[in-house]
Nanobody
Framework: QVQLVESGGGLVQAGGSLRLSCAAS????????MGWFRQAPGKEREFVAR????????DYADSVKGRVTISRDNAKNTVYLQMTGLKPEDTAVYYC????????????WGQGTQVTVSA
């Protein structure tokens, strides 16, 4: 199993920045991708970004492209989500998750961290 713990959420004004962290433990050698997802009240959970654990290739949702950067520190088993130019519509609970195959389902999830962007 893989355990994931997110941190770094909070309240920020529109246009501000936040950096979320996701620390992984357990069977980290099995990780293929680490992804960030978010869920706003009353909405479906949506993909934000992902990074290949080995190699570091990245993908971003169109809604955050250019404002968000995902990165990793393999030595610390930690993935970061740097968010800039935050908008009220970015308000959501942000979750990190892992899969163990490049196109496989994300099967381990963290508990989530709240990001609130005020207008």
């Amino acid at each position: 199993q893989v355990q994931l713990v997110e941190s770094g959420g909070g309240l920020v004004q529109a246009g501000g920045s936040l950096r979320l962290s996701c620390a992984a433990s357990g069977r980290t050698f099995s990780i293929s991708n680490m992804g960030w997802f978010r869920q706003a009240p009353g909405k479906e959970r949506e993909f934000v970004a992902r990074i290949r654990w080995s190699g570091g290739s990245t993908d971003y949702a169109d809604s955050v492209k250019g404002r968000v950067t995902i990165s990793r520190d393999n030595a610390k088993n930690t993935v970061y989500l740097q968010m800039t130019g935050l908008k009220p519509e970015d308000t959501a609970v942000y979750y990190c998750a892992t899969n163990n195959r490049p196109l496989g389902p994300y099967d381990y999830w963290g508990q989530g961290t709240q990001v609130t962007v005020s207008a």
